[in-house]
């Protein structure tokens, strides 16, 4: 909602702290509205979950695809990196 009532240049002129501050929570605040919305709309009389475990179990859980090395993860990034050095990105295919 702050973000909406405020053009960014505005948070670009504060201290950097302060700036982050707002709008790291603008954006909890925003999320959080939309997990509100989504709760409303799947709540039944058969059903109920509260407000907070419902929020709880909705926070974003780490996507993990694939368990690399870090050796493997930075060959892959200097692979990506030669590429689009070259110009041929599109072409890489891991």
């Given amino acids: 909602m702050l973000m909406a009532r405020y053009d960014i240049t505005y ?3 504060l201290p ?11 954006y909890s605040e925003t999320e959080k509205q939309k997990a509100w919305e989504l709760w409303l709309s799947r709540q039944s009389s058969d059903s109920f979950q509260p407000f907070s475990k419902f929020l709880e ?13 870090a050796a493997e993860m930075l060959q892959e990034a200097s692979h990506i990196q030669d590429a689009m050095i070259a110009g041929r990105y599109k072409e890489v295919k891991m």
Avoid at 57 to 69: E, G, L, M, Q
């Fill in 11 to 13: 948070f670009m002129t």
């Fill in 57 to 69: 179990n909705s926070k974003d859980k780490p996507n993990v695809r694939h368990k690399k090395s």
């Fill in 16 to 26: 950097l702290k302060i700036g982050y501050k707002l709008i790291t929570t603008a």
